[in-house]
């Protein structure tokens, strides 16, 4: 099982960035799907996840600004940032609790890491 995220780059203050990432290879279920992101010389955290298609939940410093969605057709999540300011610059990690067998318990995945910057 693979999550393949994609987006991210250079912005200016205010401006506005997409991410994307997609769950790949052969699984039961995906649970809770979301992102995280970790800042030069801090630890990661929680930026938004979605359990489900109907719920979200934000950190505060993103609450109103970034939108956590989710295509289950594609297994795919995405966040559309906007508003961004220096302090959203992070590598921003996908990820996921994915059931690979009916049964089995739920595991952590993480993609790749994208890297977001927010010029000061």
């Known amino acids: 099982v693979q999550l393949q995220a994609s987006g991210g780059g250079l912005v200016q203050p205010g401006g506005s960035l997409g991410l994307s990432c997609a769950a790949s290879?052969?699984?039961?279920?995906?649970?809770?799907m979301g992102w995280y992101r970790q800042a030069p010389g801090k630890q990661r955290e929680l930026v938004a996840t979605?359990?489900?298609?109907?719920?979200?939940n934000y950190a505060d410093s993103v609450k109103g600004r970034f939108t956590v969605s989710r295509d289950n057709a594609k297994n795919g999540v995405y966040l559309q940032m906007n508003n961004l300011n220096p302090e959203d610059t992070a590598v921003y990690y996908c990820?996921?609790?994915?059931?690979?067998?009916?049964?089995?318990?739920?595991?952590?995945?993480w993609g790749q890491g994208t890297l977001v910057t927010v010029l000061q």
């Open positions: 979605s359990p489900s298609g109907d719920t979200t």
């Open positions: 990820y996921a609790r994915i059931q690979l067998k009916w049964r089995e318990s739920f595991n952590d995945y």
């Open positions: 290879g052969r699984f039961f279920r995906i649970g809770v």
